[in-house]
């Protein structure tokens, strides 16, 4: 079975993000699948969304949040999924049909990070693995996780490092998976006079940090102006505003 799962937690996005990514998926994913989100609140969620239970995460709340929650879906047992998962990060935007996401051959593949040309680090916001297959991942961060911290800033640096030293690591085709900031948004000062662009190899568009899609729908002003972003119109055709699917 293939899977998408996804994870919603504590308040940064509400309902509507999970109900946005479950349509995009609908509209863009031919194969058999399972659209399952692991939350604390299924609050809102539309039918067709599988709730599971959130895996428990026992993390020191005086750190900052660097996304190690995400690390409970390498579980031997993942609730009652087997098979292929491909994880989305809630805030992504798909442009077109990601079949291809459970053709790629390899074992684990993540998207490989813009911000690090020369590390192995990828971007966790969308990866793909075996269920079950690679528990060592989060046990190796439960017994060592003040190590592991020291090591590396945030989840998706040591999942992509601790891949590479396993020999599965590998990435996306490179357009398949592009950043909003470093792909569409128009250099400055050119970005105070065009749109972000529409990158027309891209299956989908990846929004790390700010702007957020709703941000860049709406027009979004940051950086101190060198992230001045038009309002990115294009945005409405793919991330559904109606989250009733």
Known sequence: MKNIICMKWGNKFGPEYVNRLHSMVEKNLTVE??????????TGLNEGIEIRELPEMTLDKSLPERGWRKLTVFQEKLADLEGQALFLDLDVVITQNIDPFFEAEGDFLIIKDWD??????GNSSVFRFEIGKYPDVLSNFIENGEKVRSEHRNEQAYLSHFMHKKGVLKYWKQDWCVSFKRNCLRPFPLNYFMPPQFPEKAKIIIFHGRPTPEQALAGYFGKMGLRYVKPTK??????????NV
Do not use: A, E, L, Q
Request: charged residues 25%; aromatic residues 24%.
């Open 234 to 243: 294009w945005i409405s055709k793919y991330w559904n505003n109606d989250t």
């Open 116 to 121: 690090f040309p020369n590390d192995v680090i």
């Open 33 to 42: 699948h399972r659209f399952v989100c692991f939350t604390d609140d299924g």
